[in-house]
């Protein structure tokens, strides 16, 4: 018997970034405070709280951080080369 997934709201996805875009900036030019808001949304909308995530190359932690207050476990971790 297979478990039942989690599926991503591609929906909700899309029109998170056909918002952005009707806006007529890119992407990287959009104001960080209202994506991390629409982001927290998305996650809220997305995933439920008993889901786990594992999320590799997390950076400074910022999406860690946003999903942790959903999800019932976050395993986070970056990897990075120390220089001689």
């Known amino acids: 018997m297979r478990s039942k997934r989690s599926v991503q709201d591609k929906k909700a996805e899309r029109d998170f970034f056909d918002d ?3 806006q ?3 992407f990287y ?8 808001e629409n982001v ?23 999406f ?6 959903r999800a019932s476990e976050v ?5 990075f080369q120390l220089s001689n």
Do not use: E, H, W
Not at 41 to 54: D, G, M, N
Not at 64 to 69: D, F, P, Q
Not at 75 to 79: L, P
């Open 29 to 36: 030019s959009y104001d960080y405070n209202n994506y991390l």
């Open 20 to 22: 952005v875009s009707m």
């Open 40 to 62: 927290n949304k998305i996650i809220l909308q997305v995933f439920s709280p008993s889901i786990k995530i594992l999320d590799a190359g997390c950076g400074d932690g910022t």
């Open 64 to 69: 860690t951080m946003l999903c942790a207050r």
């Open 75 to 79: 395993i986070a971790f970056v990897t």
């Open 24 to 26: 007529g900036r890119g």
